[in-house]
């Protein structure tokens, strides 16, 4: 279910989170599934409990899953105010990415194909790392 590159410059719990949230867009985790506990997650992947645990309060703290004392993490169901606030702070950050893809020589017609190449990851349910 999760891989993690273990020569990665990028922390374990970086590449948790991304793991999850991309799962979760790309709809393989639903509205309030359980996620694996900590415990079960750490032994998985070899991976320090507490790497597990920083991952998954950081998923909380954005939003994309919930907690309930003795039961465990779940995917949390996307709130409408959450998304709206969540959609204003990504399109400035898309606006800044476009902006350096354009000082780097992106076109337009290049900048296009991106945008359709993640619209048939996405329909394709396309595995990618």
Do not use: C
């Amino acid at each position: 279910m999760f891989e993690l590159d273990v020569r990665s410059r990028k922390p374990i719990y970086e590449q948790l989170t991304d793991k999850v949230k991309e799962m979760i867009m790309h709809g393989i985790l639903q509205a309030d599934e359980q996620l694996p506990s900590v415990r079960a997650l750490s032994s998985q992947l070899t991976v320090n409990p507490n790497t597990i645990q920083k991952a998954y309060r950081e998923l909380e703290r954005e939003g994309f899953i919930y907690s309930l004392p003795g039961k465990g993490s779940f995917v949390a169901p996307l709130a409408q105010e959450r998304s709206e606030s969540q959609r204003t702070e990504l399109r400035e950050q898309l606006l800044r990415l476009m902006a350096e893809a354009v000082y780097l020589g992106f076109t337009e017609s290049e900048i296009s194909a991106l945008y359709r190449q993640m619209l048939e990851r996405k329909s394709g349910g396309e595995k990618h790392d």
